[in-house]
């Protein structure tokens, strides 16, 4: 069965980078769509990006510039490279996994989503 580990959250300083894991053991990620979503304390959950499954991006506006999904399907893994980090992206972030339909592939929504990592805290934080 599917499942989602992520990795790689942590403190670090306002402008400082961060690189989230998102790692599918034993799985092939090449048919998912892969989301990447955060829910900062008092909020909720909030789409970061997107990344279909051929490789196609979309990102939330906050984060456009800063932040790049990637895909590496040798090591069935999705990274987010969060680059000039703001004291307003912490958060719990989390990746899922789904089968979305062509015309909501890259939808900044949690439509479609069934597998669910368990979530890696980032501290943006002098």
């Known amino acids: 069965q599917l499942h989602l580990v992520e990795s790689g959250g942590g403190l670090v300083q306002p402008g400082g980078s961060l690189r989230l894991s998102c790692a599918a053991p034993?799985?092939?990620?090449?048919?998912?769509?892969i989301g990447w979503f955060r829910q900062a304390p008092g909020k909720e959950r909030e789409a970061v990006c997107m990344s279909s499954r051929n490789r196609r991006t979309n990102y939330t506006e906050s984060v456009k510039g800063r932040f790049t999904v990637s895909r590496d399907n040798s090591k069935n893994t999705v990274s987010l490279q969060m680059n000039s980090l703001k004291p307003e992206d912490t958060a719990v972030y989390s990746c899922a996994a789904g089968i979305r339909p062509d015309t909501e592939e890259l939808a900044l929504n949690d439509r479609f989503f069934e597998v669910w990592g368990q979530g890696t805290l980032v501290t943006v934080s002098s």
């Open positions: 034993g799985y092939s990620l090449d048919y998912y769509t």
